[in-house]
């Protein structure tokens, strides 16, 4: 049963025009994390959500945005995509806040900036 | 900053053979590691972890040895199977949700 799941899998969007991708969660956790990976890179974390609250990276760029309108879904939004922001999105999920939570994590989005 | 280092990048094992992979951080505050697998078309999943106070910790085929003098930790697999294959990360946490991860080590393991 998947507990985490992205859609879509593959997006290919063009340089300039917003593309929002989709997270949604069975388990009820209560924080939903995104992280972007580059090929052949580790996953960077974008911001993430205890919550309601919102909580940004500094080093994330403003053209990342999120929505969260309920505990099962979140979304991110890229407002003017790059062809630097080609790479693939991780959604995670954990329980709480705190130190050692496990993350699950879906299946990611596959993003193309043409 | 935070830094997570793992090598090798790949690593391509015969099947029954063991595997090693090794990770460096750079903050020595950091007290916890989880690994992760990422399976082909899958998101990672978490295998094993450790915390600071531990030196070692085994399930079953697979281990994790932690040296905090050296700060280094390695993830070991024995008796590789085919169904190990896969991109494997560390990461690295100090009291906190945030985990830095490694680059990933993409591990064949030939029949």
């Known amino acids: 049963d998947a507990m985490v799941i992205q859609n879509p899998r593959y997006q290919v969007t063009q340089f300039g025009k917003p593309v929002t991708l989709s997270c949604s969660q069975t388990?009820?956790?209560?924080?939903m994390y995104w992280y972007q990976q580059k090929s052949s890179q580790a996953p960077k974390l974008l911001f993430h959500?205890?919550?309601?609250?919102?909580?940004n990276e500094a080093d994330t760029p403003d053209n990342f945005q999120s929505r969260r309108p309920n505990t099962s879904f979140c979304f991110l939004d890229i407002r003017s995509p790059g062809l630097g922001d080609a790479a693939m999105y991780l959604c995670?999920?954990?329980?709480?806040?705190?130190?050692?939570?496990?993350?699950?994590f879906g299946s990611g989005t596959q993003l193309s900036v043409l | 900053g935070e830094n997570v280092e793992q090598h090798p990048s790949t690593l391509s094992v015969q099947e029954g053979d063991s595997a090693v992979i090794k990770c460096t951080y750079s903050?020595?505050?950091?007290?916890?590691f989880p690994w992760y697998k990422q399976e082909l078309g899958k998101g990672p999943q978490l295998i094993i972890d450790?915390?600071?106070?531990?030196g070692e910790k085994k399930d079953q085929r697979i281990a994790v040895t932690l040296n905090k003098t050296a700060k280094h930790f390695s993830l070991h697999i024995t008796e590789t199977q085919p169904e190990d294959s896969a991109v494997y990360f560390c990461?690295?946490?100090?009291?906190?949700?945030?985990?830095?991860f490694g680059s990933g080590t993409r591990l064949l393991v030939r029949p």
């Open positions: 450790i915390r600071s106070n531990v």
């Open positions: 903050d020595s505050a950091s007290n916890y």
């Open positions: 990461a690295a946490s100090r009291r906190s949700y945030k985990l830095i």
């Open positions: 995670a999920t954990s329980r709480d806040h705190g130190w050692m939570e496990k993350l699950f």
């Open positions: 959500y205890y919550d309601k609250d919102f909580n």
């Open positions: 388990l009820n956790h209560n924080v």
